[in-house]
């Protein structure tokens, strides 16, 4: 008898580590929120990031696109020889 009363408090202790782990699997640990916490700040910085790289490409797009677009006017006016155009759409080019 004495032999099952000792399983006993073994698998009292068993269940005691049991019930360690399962607080750190729960996310009781300060470690795992400051985790969560570092990552949330991260994400919303890097998305911070990403939107001025990508405002920054969509200007230079703009900047390429209102080139072509100023160069191509510029070609069909001098065909036309309209002089007063010419010079509004060639200085818009050299301003860009």
Do not use: H, P
Not at 25 to 49: M, R
Request: hydrophobic share 20%; proline share 0%.
């Amino acid at each position: 008898m004495k032999d099952s009363n000792d399983d006993d408090s073994d698998d009292d202790d068993d269940d005691d580590d049991d019930d360690d782990d399962d607080d750190n699997d729960d996310g009781d640990d300060d470690d795992d929120d400051e985790d969560d916490d570092d990552d949330d700040g991260d994400d919303d910085d890097d998305n911070d990031d990403d939107d001025d790289d990508d405002d920054y490409g969509d200007d230079m797009m703009m900047m390429m696109m209102m080139k072509t677009y100023i160069l191509i006017k510029l070609r069909l006016l001098q065909c036309r020889r309209s002089c007063s155009t010419y010079v509004v759409f060639y200085c818009l080019y050299v301003c860009f």
